[in-house]
């Protein structure tokens, strides 16, 4: 039977898809817009046909059916990271929560300690060789294809077909769709005055021929938007967005001086433009690989002059980042910033930086604090960090006594908080 009418046999209507799931299955969802939408509409609206299904993804970023507290019994999502249609009901507890590190979320799955029982994911179009590409998140997907009983992909044209470990063939595949609908654009975050200032303190510290992991985000995206002068950057990083495609255009990305895969940008996952979508199409610089590869702190120190660039919401005077919830509550989740914090501080030359706003709600109140909120989740350890940059400044912190990064950390912390962080510091014996 030749690939196309292998195609053919599996290609068949929503119901046959949705038909691929039985109660008490553990679905898998791929990061962000790799979602299939027609077969999690399709499943939202069957919903109450089955019971105890569980869909997991790492960053839901539509608001489906199933997102409901009444019908949680039927199908409940699982978060390995909360965003913004997620986050009321992990805070709620209506949807579970896996902590969990992106480089480990694969091997998890392999390991049979996250199940996979159904997989559904957004596809391209298959090519003469019988593979689709999962080019907008390989991330553990590709582990879940592996381990799962059936997988079911929603096969778009306007998905890219990318180079590297993403591919899928069709003799994998247990029932597909097809779709045509544009692939969601999630556009730049707003950038402001005070992401322009930390962005400018980071960017200057970034070299010629340094490797980049930039992640999503007002700041990060205001260190881009001032690399665009710089030459010979690469890319080792777990998102691709428009950014570092806009670094790519002004030339200052060619990954020539990386060491670990040289001349090709690395990422897990996309989330920007139909501009960037196209741009990934058979790019023979660009690979997108799962997150076990682009994650794994060994593999990405492998490049000098690593830099990391991540954010967090609350930072104690010691280094401990509370960068995935607000005290107790949920708020988004450990992703790939550990993973790359270590990564850059294994990295010859590496830098990882931690970047915040000195305060929120409008200055009236800091985010650098004595200790962490009752509660708060630590993302990056007081032993992990390096550098910490605010919009007054930066702390260096890596080989630095506890009273030296206290001392640090009050000089970047907004002027209005600096003598009650004094006083604060001496209480705990810090000063």
């Known amino acids: 039977m030749s690939f196309q009418d292998l195609y053919k046999k599996k290609r068949g209507t929503l119901d046959d898809a949705i038909g691929q799931v039985k109660d008490g299955d553990f679905i898998v969802v791929p990061t962000g817009i790799a979602e299939p939408p027609t077969l999690l509409t399709g499943l939202s609206e069957r919903r109450l046909s089955l019971h105890d299904v ?48 992106f480089s480990d979320i694969p091997v998890m799955i392999e390991r049979g300690q996250i199940p996979a029982d159904v997989v559904f994911s957004l596809a391209s179009p298959m090519d003469e060789n019988g593979f689709f590409a999962l080019s907008l998140g390989a991330d553990y997907t590709m582990a879940a294809v592996a381990r799962a009983r059936a997988g079911v992909l ?32 999630v556009g730049l975050p707003k950038i402001g005055p005070v992401q322009e200032a930390i962005g400018k303190y980071v960017a200057d510290m970034i070299d010629d021929g340094s490797t980049l992991q930039i992640g999503y985000g007002g ?28 670094l790519v255009e002004s030339g200052a990305v060619n990954n020539r001086k990386k060491n670990y895969l040289p001349g090709k940008m690395v990422a897990t996952f996309a989330l920007g433009s139909k501009k ?15 997150a076990d590869f682009t994650n794994d702190p060994y593999l990405a120190a492998q490049n000098d002059n690593l830099i990391a660039i991540n954010a ?8 401990q980042c509370g960068s995935e919830s607000l005290a107790h509550l949920p708020y988004s989740g450990t992703g790939g910033q550990v993973d790359f914090v270590r990564a850059a501080n294994r990295s010859r030359g590496g830098k990882a930086f931690i970047v915040l706003p000195a305060t929120a709600k409008d200055d009236s109140l800091t985010r650098i604090v004595p200790v962490l909120s009752p509660g708060t989740h630590v993302t990056t350890s007081k032993n992990d960090i390096n550098y910490v940059v605010t919009e007054f400044g930066v702390a260096q912190l890596r080989g630095k006594s506890a009273k030296q990064r206290a001392q640090e950390m009050i000089a970047i912390a907004h002027p209005a908080f600096r003598a009650e962080l004094t006083e604060g510091a001496r209480k705990l014996q810090l000063l």
């Open 219 to 246: 700041i990060p995206d205001a260190v881009v938007m001032q690399l665009t002068h710089k030459h010979d950057l690469g890319i080792h990083t777990e998102m691709i967005g428009d950014g570092i495609m806009t």
């Open 54 to 101: 569980k869909v997991a993804q790492i960053l839901a970023v539509r608001k489906y059916g199933y997102f409901d507290p009444e019908t949680s019994a039927h199908v409940r999502h699982v978060a390995f990271f909360f965003g913004g249609a997620s986050r009321a009901g992990g805070q709620g507890g209506w949807i579970d929560f896996i902590p969990c590190s």
């Open 154 to 185: 929603e096969v778009n044209p306007n998905v890219p077909f990318a180079h590297g470990n993403c591919r899928v063939h069709v003799s994998q595949v247990a029932a597909l769709i097809e779709s045509s609908d544009p692939v969601m654009e």
């Open 276 to 290: 960037l979508y196209q741009f990934m199409d058979r790019n023979p610089a660009l690979e997108i690989h799962p």
């Open 312 to 319: 967090t919401l609350q930072i104690d005077l010691l280094g």
